[in-house]
């Protein structure tokens, strides 16, 4: 137990963030080590763009081209890259199927997104070139040798000191 807790993760890949300062805060709180971005990201890297986020489609572009990843976390209806769509719709419990078989999802279990209680939030809509899973909750849109995953729950989305059930959520 005493190497495990002591174990130092090296990341695979560098990581960088663009976005507002909550869920920067958020990020490096839940231990996420990365970068902010100022400028072309290497290839290969990961660019988490949260809300407030500058990147537009074009960047987005070059950096899949580049074999880099993105993970768009919470991010405006018209912001959002590639016909990805929302609509607020009610959310909890998603179904125990398993999840697409993303290489990205790896590890992820139905379980690990689920809410304990119903609550409406901005959910991805099926369009041309989108791949949604875990009932509208992650969308995957794949380009060259990159992949954009978007998700709408953030943590900050749930209010949780208003509603102290979402803590375990």
């Known amino acids: 137990i005493e190497t495990t807790a002591n174990a130092t993760v090296e990341p695979r890949r ?4 663009t976005g507002d300062l909550p869920t920067e805060t958020w ?13 072309a990201p290497p290839a290969g890297s990961l660019i988490v763009a949260g ?9 987005i572009r070059v950096i899949l ?14 912001k959002l890259p590639f016909g990805l769509s929302i609509r607020r719709t009610a959310f909890g419990s998603i179904s125990t199927d398993p999840l697409a078989d ?3 999802l ?17 959910l991805f809509q099926a369009s041309p070139g989108v791949a949604i899973t875990a009932g509208g909750l992650l969308a995957r849109v794949g ?5 954009v995953i978007a998700s709408q729950g953030i943590p ?14």
Do not use: C
């Not at 560098?14 to 963030?17: G, M, P, S, T």
């Not at 900050?156 to 959520?169: G, N, T, V």
């Open 14 to 17: 560098a990581v960088y963030y």
């Open 27 to 39: 990020l490096k709180a839940s231990g996420l080590t990365f970068s902010k971005l100022t400028s």
């Open 51 to 59: 809300p407030g986020s500058k990147l537009t489609n074009e960047q």
């Open 65 to 78: 081209a580049a074999g880099s990843r993105v993970l768009l976390l919470g991010l405006e209806a018209e």
């Open 102 to 104: 993303w290489p990205e």
């Open 106 to 122: 790896k590890g992820i279990s139905p379980a690990d997104l689920r809410l304990r209680t119903d609550k409406e939030m901005p």
């Open 143 to 147: 380009s060259g040798a990159g992949s």
């Open 156 to 169: 900050d989305s749930l209010h949780a000191k208003q509603h102290p059930y979402y803590r375990f959520s």
